[in-house]
C-alpha cells in the first residue's frame, strides 16, 4: 500500500515510517497538518493514519478538510484522547477507524489492512478497492489508472463479488445471476468466467479466491 503518514512526535512517526517500510509499503511522513489536503489530493494513497493533536490545524479540521473536498481515501485516526465523544466526533467526521495512543505498531498495521479492504464509494455508481475502480453507469473498470476490457459477464460478476467483499458468493447463485435460464451453460461455466477475469486483474491489489465446495469470494490484497 501507498500510506500517508501525518504525526508530528518524531520518536512515533519514525516507529511507525520504519515498520511499514520493513512491510513493504511505500510510506511519506507530514509533520503537521497544512499540506495534507494536497498530498492526498495528488499523492494516491491507499491510507491515511492522521493524528489529532497536531501543531498548525489539527486533526479535526484536517479530517473536514479531506472529506469536504470529496476525498474518500481510507482514514485511521491515532489519538490519545479515549473519550467517547472525542471518538463519536471523528468517526462521524469521516474517520473510518481509530486507535487511541499509545498502540502497538503491530495493531495498526491490522487495523490498516482492514479500512483498505473496504470498498470505497466514490459517486453514486462507482466504487474502489485498493488500485480496482469500477465505474457502475459506464461498466468500465480501472487497475491502477489502467483501462481492463471487461466482458459483460465479466463485469456483472466483477460487480457481484465486490458488492460483497470479503464474504463468499455460492457458485450455483453466481450461476443463477449470471446466465440465463434458457441458456444451454453448464456449472462450470462460472470456473471459467472466474479464470478469464483473474487472469484480467493480475496485478491489482483484488483477489479471487475459490472457496471449495461453496463458491468464490472476491478480498482486497495486502500487496504493496
Not at 491507499?46 to 479530517?63: H, K
Not at 479492504?117 to 455508481?125: D, I, L, N, V
Request: hydrophobic share 45%; charged share 30%; aromatic share 4%.
Amino acid at each position: 500500500m501507498r500510506i500517508l503518514i501525518v504525526e508530528d512526535a518524531e520518536d512515533l512517526g519514525d516507529a511507525v515510517v520504519t515498520r511499514l517500510r520493513a512491510s513493504g509499503h511505500s510510506v511519506e511522513w507530514l509533520r503537521d497538518g497544512e499540506a495534507v489536503l494536497d498530498w492526498a489530493r495528488d499523492g494516491a494513497f491507499d491510507a491515511i493514519v492522521l493524528d489529532v493533536m497536531l501543531p498548525g490545524r489539527d486533526g479535526f479540521s484536517v479530517l473536514r478538510d479531506l472529506r469536504g473536498a470529496g476525498l474518500d481515501t481510507p482514514v485511521l485516526v491515532a489519538t490519545a484522547r479515549a473519550e467517547v465523544n472525542d471518538k463519536v466526533g471523528l468517526l462521524d467526521l469521516g474517520a473510518d477507524d481509530y486507535i487511541v495512543k499509545p498502540f502497538d505498531l503491530r495493531e495498526m498495521e491490522a487495523r490498516l489492512r482492514a479500512v483498505s479492504r473496504r470498498p470505497t464509494a466514490m459517486t453514486a455508481s462507482a466504487m474502489q478497492v485498493g488500485d480496482l475502480v469500477i465505474d457502475l453507469a459506464a461498466r468500465s473498470v480501472m487497475v491502477a489508472g489502467r483501462p481492463v476490457e471487461c466482458g459483460r459477464r465479466e463485469f456483472s460478476l466483477l460487480e457481484i463479488l465486490i458488492g460483497r467483499l470479503g464474504q463468499v458468493v455460492p457458485k450455483d447463485r453466481l450461476m443463477t445471476q449470471l446466465f440465463a435460464f434458457d441458456d444451454d451453460v453448464s456449472i462450470n461455466a462460472v470456473e471459467l468466467l472466474v479464470s478469464r477475469l483473474r487472469r484480467k486483474l493480475e496485478g491489482s491489489r483484488v483477489d479471487i479466491v475459490t472457496v471449495r465446495g461453496t463458491g468464490y469470494m472476491a478480498r482486497a490484497s495486502d500487496r504493496p
